[in-house]
C-alpha cells in the first residue's frame, strides 16, 4: 500500500513569488492535514480537510490556503512569500469519518516538501 | 486546550543501554496519546499510540510507552538502545472528546546514542 506522497520534493523560490504543494493520501484516508515544520517553531497545524471541507486551520495568515478534490488529493499554495515561509511542509493523511469516529486514528506523514524562499 | 511537552530537548545515551523520552500532556477530555519519530530530512513516522486500554503500549523498532493518567505522562522507552535510534522524537496528543481538535505536537526530543 503506498504511503502519503508529496511533490515536489525539494523547491527554491523568490520572495514575493507563490507556491503550491501537492499530496496525495494513503489510498482510502479521506483526512489530509499540513504543518509547517521549522528549527524554532517545531511543527505547527496548518489546515485539515475532509471531504473537500477545511474542518480545521491553525493560525496562519490568509496567504496560506489549501483545498481538497474529491479522490481526496490535497494543495496547498503560499502567495506572496516571505523569508520565514522556508519551512518543511509535512502532509498527513488518516482515515476519518464526519461522524467523529476515528478520532483515535493515526495520522500518518509523508516525506515533505522542503520550501527554501530566496 | 491542549497541549504537550517534551521537558527535554536532547538526551543522550550509550548503546545498549535503557532509554527513556519523556512526554507530559493536558486534555480537557480522555486523551489519545501518540509518538512519531523523525529521521534527518524525512517526515515523521508512526511509532506506536495509546487510545484505551492496557497502560503499556508496544510499538515499532522495540519502542514502548507507559501511560499514567494520575501524571498525565506517556514516556517512551527502550530497554535496549541501538545508534540507529538517533533522531528526532515527538509526542502528540489529540482529545477524544473534541473531535474537531487538531493532533498537537510536542517541541520534539533529539535523542544521540553513543556507541
Known amino acids: 500500500k503506498a504511503g502519503v506522497t508529496q511533490t515536489p520534493r525539494y523547491l527554491i523560490k523568490t520572495r514575493g513569488q507563490q507556491v503550491t504543494l501537492s499530496c496525495s493520501p494513503i489510498?482510502?484516508?479521506?483526512?489530509v492535514s499540513w504543518y509547517q515544520q521549522t528549527p524554532g517553531q517545531g511543527l505547527q497545524f496548518l489546515f485539515e480537510?475532509?471531504?473537500?471541507?477545511?474542518?480545521n486551520k491553525g493560525n496562519f495568515p490568509g496567504r496560506f490556503s489549501g483545498r481538497q478534490f474529491s479522490n481526496s488529493r490535497s494543495e496547498m499554495n503560499v502567495s506572496t512569500l516571505e523569508l520565514g515561509d522556508s519551512a518543511l511542509y509535512l502532509c498527513a493523511s488518516r482515515r476519518a469519518s464526519g461522524t467523529g469516529v476515528g478520532s483515535g486514528n493515526t495520522i500518518y506523514f509523508g516525506e515533505g516538501s522542503w520550501l527554501t524562499v530566496v | 486546550a491542549q497541549s504537550v511537552a517534551q521537558p527535554e530537548d536532547q538526551v543522550n545515551v550509550a548503546e545498549g543501554n535503557p532509554l527513556t523520552v519523556k512526554c507530559t500532556y493536558s486534555v480537557s477530555g480522555n486523551p489519545y496519546l501518540f509518538w512519531y519519530v523523525q529521521y534527518p530530512n524525512r517526515g515523521l513516522q508512526f511509532l506506536l499510540k495509546y487510545i484505551t486500554g492496557d497502560n503499556l503500549v508496544k510499538g515499532s523498532y522495540g519502542f514502548e510507552a507507559e501511560f499514567n493518567k494520575s501524571q498525565t505522562s506517556f514516556h517512551l522507552k527502550k530497554p535496549s538502545a541501538l545508534v540507529s535510534d538517533s533522531a528526532l522524537y515527538f509526542c502528540a496528543v489529540r482529545d477524544e472528546d473534541n473531535y474537531g481538535q487538531n493532533f498537537v505536537f510536542g517541541p520534539g526530543t533529539r535523542l544521540s546514542v553513543l556507541p
Open positions: 489510498s482510502g484516508h479521506r483526512s
Open positions: 480537510y475532509f471531504s473537500e471541507t477545511q474542518r
